[in-house]
């Protein structure tokens, strides 16, 4: 897991760094004075987790997140800030916030959240005799299609197995993917926009939403893009 730490204040980044080291000697964690920086790095390189410090100078937090969040696969952001006013504006943005002054142990939970949303979770299945792990990131949507369940990838590739979506269900992490028709399972991630009958997924797919499952599966969108940060930091 590559770590990228951005901070227009010198203590602040040693911090961070010394507290990553910390957690776990073996992680690689690169530092930014400034968010132009940043974003130049991600022309050659990617980073999985980003702290990110939103008080910065001509271009803050805010900014660079908005367009950070626009990558595919989209980093893990968690903001740091002296004051919680701008939780309501990262809302979408980032995973989480960590107030300064930083503790180590406010950090550790955070790490612990980041990290449970970074590595992959695989779904053990089985194809044609062959059983195969997929990561749960490479998975874009479900489809029951004729008594089986054809899984959609993001490489384009369409895997079919024996099952049931409810089998299927019960292996995925709770909040990473809804069921907006009865006929498919989508991974929010994937989700580009919403017509009134259908969600648009980033590879051009119109998924049906069914009238019964409306309401819920547009309230787990809007809490999943949230991710839920602003209500358990407040807990």
């Known amino acids: 897991m590559r ?5 227009d204040e010198p203590s602040d980044l040693a911090i961070i760094k010394q507290y990553c080291m910390q957690f776990d000697p073996e992680l690689s964690a690169t530092t930014f004075a400034c968010g132009e920086a940043l974003l130049n790095a991600f022309k ?3 980073y999985d987790l980003i702290f990110l410090d939103i008080e910065m100078g001509k271009l803050n ?8 969040v626009k990558l595919q696969p ?3 952001i968690v903001f740091t800030t002296q004051s919680l006013n701008y939780a309501v504006r990262g809302y979408g943005i980032a995973l989480r916030y960590l107030p300064k ?4 142990d406010t950090f550790c939970h955070v790490m612990r959240l980041a990290m449970e949303r970074i590595l992959p979770y695989r779904l053990d299945v089985t194809i044609n005799g062959v059983q195969k792990f997929i990561p749960i990131t490479d998975i874009v949507y479900f489809e029951v299609l004729k008594h089986q369940i054809v899984i959609h990838l993001r490489s384009g590739e369409a895997l079919t197995m024996r099952g049931s979506l409810g089998e299927i269900i019960t292996q995925i992490p709770n909040g990473c993917f809804s069921q907006p028709h009865k006929s498919y399972y989508i991974n929010m991630e994937f989700v580009d926009k919403l017509t009134r009958q259908d969600a648009i ?3 051009g797919v119109a ?3 069914g009238r019964s499952k409306k309401d819920t599966f547009q309230s787990q969108l809007l809490n999943y893009m949230k991710g839920n940060h602003l209500n358990e930091y407040l807990d």
């Open 3 to 7: 770590i990228a730490i951005c901070d």
């Open 44 to 46: 050659d390189d990617y």
């Open 61 to 68: 937090g805010l900014d660079v997140g908005k367009q950070l």
């Open 74 to 76: 989209k980093p893990v």
């Open 101 to 104: 002054p930083i503790t180590y």
């Open 201 to 203: 997924l980033t590879n």
């Open 207 to 209: 998924i049906p939403i």
